[in-house]
């Protein structure tokens, strides 16, 4: 699972801000596995082995959906196309009291190009 963060990292930023997005984007990772292992022993402590795998499992499935539905494949495209694909900001967050609700920008309606997903979500 490592290298698949290489490879999105390495397609997703362009060449100008490429070298401070990977080392942000190496302290988060390396940030997120101090926590967990210094939680570790913690979460098994009180939810048992069991469970613990069952949640590092449940968030690996999630993160993989989250990949699958918001990142276009970028198979047999260059840099320049899939800076293209990424330039475009697809998506906005709007914050109400409801909660968190995902919204897809309504400025210009223009088809979407091939990989993208229309996201539809009603408030909760």
Not at 16 to 25: D, E, S
Request: glycine share 6%; aromatic share 16%; charged share 20%.
């Amino acid at each position: 699972m490592k290298m698949v963060t290489w490879i999105v990292l390495s397609e997703i930023y362009p060449a100008g801000i490429r070298g401070r997005a990977f080392a942000f984007a190496n302290n988060f990772n390396w940030a997120a596995n101090l926590i967990i292992s210094l939680t570790f022993l913690e979460v098994i402590d009180v939810f048992g082995l069991s469970w613990t795998f069952l949640f590092y499992g449940f968030m690996a499935m999630m993160a993989a959906l989250f990949i699958y539905i918001f990142l276009p494949e970028t198979k047999g495209q260059s840099l320049e196309q899939i800076s293209r694909l990424f330039s475009h900001q697809r998506y906005n967050l709007r914050f109400s009291k409801a909660g968190i609700c995902l919204k897809r920008l309504r400025r210009k309606r223009r088809k979407l190009p091939s990989g993208y997903q229309e996201l539809e979500m009603s408030s909760m």
